[in-house]
């Protein structure tokens, strides 16, 4: 089972633009135990996760996000 919840609203830095984002926390489940726990940085306007954010608030965080992006070339 996959629960997601909504933690907070943010806006993040993404090369030379800003984007609004929420923080939204994962949280996968088996059998009742916690299998996998992140957290990601989403963007309703691009629909797209820039950042995965492992260990949230340990000693132990990790940001993995976009350097840069770019529109697809059609």
Known sequence: MLELTVTAEETVALGRCKYDVFRVKQETKQNGRT???????????????????????????????????????R
Not at 42 to 70: C, F, M, W
């Open 35 to 73: 299998t996998e726990n992140l957290s990601v940085l989403y963007s309703p306007d691009l629909h797209v996760t820039l950042a995965k954010i492992y260990d949230e608030g340990t000693s132990n965080q990790v940001i993995v996000s976009y350097e840069h992006i770019r529109p697809l070339v």
